[in-house]
C-alpha cells in the first residue's frame, strides 16, 4: 500500500478511472495494476485563490488486501440478556447501549423527554409560544442535546478511543459515508433525528427496552451499592448496573447528589455570547474574496489566551441559525445548529471565555454546585434582560466595543427575536474585557470580523458542566457507588456529540 495527497479543485469530482490513472502514476505501476485507491481523508484547502480538496488516498495493488475504515457492527438479541440501566437517551447513553447490545447485555433506558417526533413539536412550540417544557426541549428528549443541533462531529478526543466506531455507527443507522472521510465531518439537524430512531428501533428489536416521560428523581441504594432507580411518579427499575448519562443541563440530579453528600466537585466551565455574522462575510473573509456558491458555507475556530484564561469560538454553526436552549422558564440559553445543506443567511458562533471556580466569589454557600448556581444566574439575567420572555439580549459587535447601546439590530435568525441591551450588564467584567480584547485579535487574524453588522446574543452558559461526578479513572464507576458509572457530558468527563459517545462505548465496556 502506498499513501498518496492529490489535490483537486474543489467544484471537480474525480471519476473512478482517474482517480485510479492518479494513484498508478503516484506508485510507478500501470492504472490496470491498480487493486484498489481509498480516500481516507478529505479537508478543505481555502488558502489560495483556487480552493481545493485535499485527499489522502491508499493505492492498493492487484492481490494486496485493503483495510476499509467501514465495519457493519453487530448487534446481539439480548432479551435474555443481564439488565442494565441507563438514565439519558443522548449520545453517551445511546452508544453505552449499542455497545451492551454487541456484549449481550440488555439495556433498559429511562429518558425524560419524548420521542424525536413527538419532542419536534414541543420545540417548535418552544419558540411560537415561548413555553420551556422542562422535560422537552432543546436539550432533553430523545437523542438528547445532540439531536436538534449542527450534528457536527469533529472532535479532538482521539485518545478517547476509536472515533470510527462512533462514525461507522452513524453511517450504518442512515448519515452519508462522507462523514467517514471528512476533516470536518457534519451531519445536520434535519438527518439527525431519522438517525437517532433507527437506533432505537435496532436497539428494541434486539431486546432492549426504551421508556419515554420517564424522569428519573432518585438511586435507589443499600449502602455503598446502588439497587436501581426511582421514577417521577414513583415507577421503581431495578438492574445489577447503572448508567448515568443526564448531560450537562440535568441540573436536579446534581441537586440530587449534592442533598445526599455522594461525592461530586465543582469544575470550570465557559461562558459568553453568541455572536451571529453575515455568512457571506465569514465567506468572503475565509475564502479570501473567492467564495463560489458551490462552495461549502465557511467556517472559523478561533482562540486566544487572555489574562491567564483562554477565549475561544465554541461549536460554530456556519449557514446555521441560533435557537433558545433554556431547559427551565425563567432563564435564556442560546445556542446554533443547521441542516446538513447549512445554507441559512448567517453564521454563528459561542464566543466564551474560560471560567475558574476561583474567578467567582459569593456561592461558597453552593459547596460543589457554586458554579452551576453561577450559571443559572447569568441565565436569569439575560432572560430578564430580554424583557422576561425567550427573546435574546442583544447589542451589535462594534457598540459592545465602544460599550454603547445599540439604537436597532440587523436581523438575526433567532425565531423569538432580540432587543437591544447591553451585554456588559448581563456578564460579569471578568467575561467582557476579555471578550472585547479577543475579538481585536480575532478581527487581525479574520479582516473584517468586527462589523456593526455582527450581533452579539446572550447568553452561552452550557458549554460543558460545571459540576462533575467524580468517578474511578480506571473503572469509570462513581468513586462511591461501584455499580453506578456516571457517563457523558453530565458526569464532566466528555464534551460534544462524539467523545460523549466514546464515554458511552468505554463505560459499556466496564460492565461485568
Ligand atoms: C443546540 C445544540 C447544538 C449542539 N451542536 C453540537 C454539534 O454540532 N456538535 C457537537 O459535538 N456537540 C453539539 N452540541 C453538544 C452536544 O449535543 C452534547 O455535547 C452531547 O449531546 C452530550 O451528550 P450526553 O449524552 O452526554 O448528554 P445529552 O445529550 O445532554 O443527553 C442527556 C439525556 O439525558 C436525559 N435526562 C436528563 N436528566 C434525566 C433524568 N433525570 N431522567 C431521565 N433522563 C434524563 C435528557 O433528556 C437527555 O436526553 C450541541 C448542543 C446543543 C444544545
Avoid at 443547521?338 to 471556580?357: I, L, M
Wanted: with cysteine.
Amino acid at each position: 500500500m502506498k499513501e498518496i495527497e492529490i489535490t483537486v479543485p474543489i467544484n471537480l469530482e474525480l471519476s473512478k478511472k482517474e482517480l485510479y490513472a492518479l494513484v498508478a502514476r503516484s506508485m510507478g505501476i500501470t492504472p490496470e495494476s491498480v487493486g484498489e485507491a481509498l480516500i481516507v481523508r478529505r479537508s478543505l484547502d481555502a488558502r489560495g485563490k483556487n480552493v481545493l480538496y485535499r485527499l489522502k488516498v491508499e493505492g492498493y495493488k492487484r492481490g494486496e488486501e485493503p483495510v476499509y475504515r467501514y465495519k457493519e457492527p453487530v448487534y446481539k438479541n439480548v432479551r435474555e440478556g443481564k439488565s442494565v440501566i441507563i438514565v439519558g437517551a443522548g449520545p453517551a447513553g445511546i452508544f453505552a447501549a449499542l455497545k451492551l447490545l454487541e456484549r449481550g447485555y440488555k439495556p433498559i433506558i429511562l429518558e425524560r423527554g419524548k420521542d424525536v417526533h413527538q419532542r419536534k413539536s414541543d420545540i417548535a412550540r418552544l419558540s411560537r409560544e415561548q413555553f420551556v417544557d422542562p422535560d422537552s426541549n432543546y436539550c432533553f428528549g430523545e437523542g438528547g442535546a445532540g439531536t436538534y443541533s449542527d450534528g457536527k462531529l469533529y472532535t479532538r478526543s482521539n485518545k478517547r478511543g476509536d472515533i470510527y466506531e462512533v462514525l461507522n455507527q452513524f453511517v450504518f443507522f442512515g448519515a452519508d459515508k462522507n462523514i467517514l472521510i471528512d476533516a470536518h465531518p457534519h451531519i445536520g439537524t434535519d438527518r439527525l433525528p431519522q438517525i437517532i430512531e433507527n437506533m432505537r428501533l435496532t436497539i428494541i428489536e434486539n431486546g432492549g427496552e426504551y421508556h419515554f416521560n420517564s424522569r428519573v428523581v432518585d438511586l435507589i441504594t443499600e449502602g455503598e451499592v446502588v439497587k436501581g432507580v426511582k421514577c417521577k411518579g414513583g415507577k421503581e427499575y431495578y438492574a445489577d448496573n447503572v448508567i448515568l448519562a443526564t448531560g450537562h443541563s440535568a441540573r436536579d440530579i446534581y441537586r440530587l447528589f449534592s442533598e445526599r453528600g455522594w461525592k461530586i466537585e465543582k469544575k470550570g466551565f465557559a461562558l459568553g455570547v453568541r455572536i451571529e455574522h453575515p455568512q457571506s462575510l465569514i465567506n468572503k473573509i475565509q475564502y479570501h474574496g473567492f467564495y463560489q456558491p458551490y462552495m461549502p458555507a465557511a467556517e472559523y475556530s478561533q482562540v486566544a489566551q487572555i489574562e491567564g484564561r483562554g477565549v475561544f469560538s465554541f461549536c460554530m454553526c456556519p449557514g446555521g441559525i441560533l435557537v433558545p436552549a433554556s431547559t427551565a422558564s425563567g432563564e435564556l440559553v442560546l445556542n446554533g445548529m443547521s441542516n446538513s445543506a447549512r445554507n441559512s443567511k448567517w453564521a454563528n458562533a459561542g464566543v466564551v471565555v474560560s471560567v475558574e471556580p476561583s474567578d467567582i466569589s459569593g456561592y461558597e454557600k453552593y459547596g460543589e454546585l457554586a458554579l452551576m448556581e453561577f450559571q443559572s444566574d447569568i441565565e436569569k439575567e439575560a432572560f430578564m434582560y430580554g424583557g422576561g420572555n425567550i427573546k435574546a439580549p442583544a447589542q451589535r459587535m462594534t457598540d459592545f466595543l465602544k460599550g454603547k447601546d445599540s439604537s436597532g439590530l440587523p436581523q438575526t435568525s433567532y425565531h423569538p427575536g432580540a432587543v437591544p441591551a447591553r451585554i456588559d450588564g448581563i456578564l460579569p467584567g471578568f467575561i467582557t474585557s476579555r471578550l472585547k480584547q479577543a475579538l481585536y485579535i480575532f478581527d487581525r487574524r479574520m479582516k473584517g470580523y468586527i462589523t456593526p453588522d455582527a450581533l452579539l446574543l446572550a447568553v452561552e452558559s452550557r458549554t460543558s458542566s460545571p459540576v462533575r461526578i467524580t468517578r474511578d479513572p480506571d473503572q469509570l464507576c462513581h468513586v462511591t457507588f461501584k455499580n453506578l458509572y456516571p457517563c457523558g457530558e453530565g458526569a464532566g468527563y466528555a464534551g460534544g456529540i462524539v467523545s460523549s459517545a466514546l464515554d458511552g462505548i468505554n463505560v459499556a465496556n466496564q460492565i461485568k
